[in-house]
């Protein structure tokens, strides 16, 4: 094989490869792994996390839990945020509650959103973590009755509720 040959080929297999949509896309702008969807709006936001609590609906309070047969309320926030939200974030969500309040940007309660991650003080020692889907609503993993939705309105949330933090921005 000559110099020139070998320069050529080069060259020929480097203009293929610029002209691949793989690699032209991050340079044109295209859509991509790489490249960040569209946020999605509050209706769809409250479509995916309803979608999701479809399928674990009633699965029992398990503490450390991760599968249909027991899940705690972090890593129920884990399943829920990776299965609907996996085209708009940009990391994993942090498996403790005590993580996960840290995670984000800080909403006021009276500026929630669906999406939106609600925590609750339950003993000095012990959170509780849920999202929010709308109309006052929140979806959690219950350690008396499973994974449900709960209001925030109601008396026992209400006292105990401590913060939300706006993990998709």
């Known amino acids: 094989m000559t110099l020139k040959f070998f ?4 060259l020929f297999t480097f ?27 509050e209706k769809e936001m409250r479509d995916r996390i309803l979608s999701e609590f479809a399928q674990w609906e009633g699965v029992k309070y398990k503490l450390g839990g991760a599968s249909k047969k027991g899940i705690d309320c972090s890593s129920l926030m884990q399943e829920i945020y990776h299965s609907a939200f996996a085209d708009t974030l940009n990391e994993r969500l942090p498996r403790t509650t005590a993580r996960q309040i840290g995670h984000g940007v800080g909403t006021t309660r ?18 509780h973590v849920g999202v929010y889907i709308g109309d006052t609503q929140f979806v959690h993993a219950s350690t008396s009755q499973g994974v449900m939705i709960s209001s925030l309105n109601n008396d026992y949330w209400k006292k105990r509720y401590t913060t939300a933090r706006r993990v998709i921005v």
């Open 15 to 41: 203009t293929i490869l610029l002209a691949s949509p793989v690699f032209a896309a991050p340079f044109t702008g295209g859509n991509t792994a790489a490249t960040k969807t569209s946020l999605p709006d």
């Open 7 to 10: 320069a050529t080929s080069c």
């Open 110 to 127: 009276a500026d929630l959103r669906p999406g939106d991650l609600v925590f609750f003080r339950i003993t000095p020692a012990e959170r």
